[in-house]
């Protein structure tokens, strides 16, 4: 029975309607003074509490998908790939996806591959950093016309928060469904969307970092995930058709990687998104105690001291309600050519996935406009 399961969430919610009859149906029977009786009628009402508390829990941590499995809740903190000193790892040749069609498609209405595309999941392993990620990936109907057969179609990664599910990119904000929609509408061109997990060590927050002595995550997304999927899609041969996006901790994801590797990506959107290298009890100390490596991380450090590089931004947030909008601003202000940035702002919203929703319609459309096959 898995952690998200509809099944283990209904056993929790019964056990704490049952745990408030028997309250309610003892509570008489220890009644009276006395320390064996205080006692009694404490472990009531924590016994009580505590089960109304867990099936709460468990019902939030399903709908916002905060971990996704009991591995993810009771992983080490310090799991992933390690890598070891002195130990050169031979790079495999790089193997084909398994791809299975996704059982969310018929929830999306996506049923018909040439008239809907498809929306197929997989698991990205990394021949470098020997890193797995759980991803979606969403072909637009385009892809499956036979005058198409030999085309090439950009790609476009959108990278999770922390802790992240790319189910919560694809169920619950229905981001394939928006695609095609804004596809029909000829409001974007049709683009291979890759929905994936930007935690791959959890539950570490490894912020896309290749950490000293650790997860080689920035390697993994920078030249593994790209590599796998020129391999088993269809997709752009060239950094010209290549973007990321994500929101949260996904869009700095997004625009760190867009930035520090422009030979790769060429346009990063950012919904939410924040811009300096951060260090609190979900990453641990990313850099081995390194300032130097922190500030090659930290996104406004970079444009304050390293040459802006050839690429397009897009920041979308909100001016009220978001506390790292200030942050946003500076980053917005400090672009300079040969990179360029644009913004997308609502003038309130939350750190939240209603705001995020909001925010990707443009976000899509914008990046659209920003990649091409050559």
Request: glycine share 8%; with cysteine; aromatic share 8%.
């Amino acid at each position: 029975m898995q952690l998200t399961d509809t099944s283990f969430i209904g056993l929790l919610a019964a056990l704490a309607v049952a745990a408030v009859v028997a309250t309610v149906w003892l509570m008489p029977k220890v009644a009276g003074g006395g320390l064996r009786h205080y006692a009694a009628r404490l472990g009531l009402l924590v016994a009580c509490q505590l089960m109304i508390v867990l099936a709460l829990a468990a019902g939030v941590n399903a709908y916002f998908l905060f971990y996704a499995s009991w591995g993810d809740l009771l992983a080490d903190a310090d799991g992933g790939a390690q890598v070891r000193k002195g130990e050169t790892r031979k790079i495999p040749r790089t193997v084909l996806l398994k791809r299975d069609a996704s059982e969310l498609s018929a929830d999306l209405g996506i049923t018909d591959r040439k008239r809907d595309g498809l929306l197929e999941q997989t698991v990205i392993e990394g021949p470098r950093t020997g890193l797995r990620a759980d991803a979606f990936v969403y072909l637009p109907p385009d892809y499956f016309k036979p005058e198409a057969a030999q085309r090439r179609f950009p790609v476009v990664l959108v990278l999770t928060g922390y802790p992240g599910d790319p189910k919560l990119l694809v169920g619950r904000q229905e981001m394939p469904k928006l695609a095609l929609e804004e596809l029909r509408a000829g409001r974007v061109q049709p683009m291979i969307y890759v929905f994936v997990q930007s935690t791959v060590a959890p539950p570490r927050d490894t912020e896309c970092t290749d950490v000293p002595g650790g997860p080689q995550v920035e390697t993994f997304f920078a030249q593994d995930v790209p590599e796998v999927l020129r391999a088993s899609y269809r997709v752009a041969p060239t950094r010209d058709g290549w973007g990321l996006m994500g929101p949260s901790s996904g869009g700095y994801c997004a625009v760190k990687l867009a930035m520090r590797h422009s030979d790769e990506f060429a346009a990063a959107g950012s919904v939410s998104g924040y811009f300096t290298a951060i260090k609190d009890a979900t990453t641990g100390d990313l850099w081995d105690g390194s300032k130097a490596l922190r500030n090659e991380n930290d996104l406004i450090w970079r444009l304050e001291n390293r040459p802006p590089p050839p690429i397009s931004v897009l920041v979308a947030s909100a001016r009220k309600g978001e506390k790292k909008f200030p942050e946003a601003e500076k980053f917005v202000s400090l672009v300079k050519p040969p990179m360029q940035v644009d913004t997308a702002y609502l003038p309130e919203g939350g750190h939240n996935f209603k705001t995020f929703a909001r925010l990707w319609p443009q976000t899509l459309r914008w990046m659209s406009g920003k990649l091409q096959v050559k």
